[in-house]
């Protein structure tokens, strides 16, 4: 029989691309995210770690192409649990929780609920979810851009 088990709080699924380390002057392994909650999160990659061990997790923030640059928001982390996947034995289901819960934030553009870890932030205080900041970012014109960046701060203050 399945084992139903109920979730603390609801996933966010998402392929988003992550770099994890055991060892933060060390090196990055990368690795894809198959689900993210407000307490750990569920990612695949080549590289097996042992249970407990203490890992950093920076998720890779998508930005738009043109930009050329590439956010980072930080995750410390142990791990739960980490079980060979796939056929070859080469790559590893590793499940996490973070040594802090992630707190929600509502995008300032449209209102919906996102993890603070999650957002982009504007000048430190104007939270948006990725689709209004690629949105935003996208704008054909820097004034149009600013006037919106101004009007967000100007509620906020
Ligand atoms: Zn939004």
Redesign the pocket.
Known sequence: MEMIQKRQSSRWHTKAPIIITDNPDGCYHGASVVNISSEGMYFETDQAFAPESELWIKLILSLPETSGSQAYNDFHAHVKHCRPIGSNGHKFGIGVQYTRALRMVR??????K?YHEQAHKVEDMIH??????IRLENLPDDQIRASIEDYLMCNII
């Open positions: 995008c300032d553009l449209c209102n919906c996102v948006m979810c990725s689709d209004c900041y």
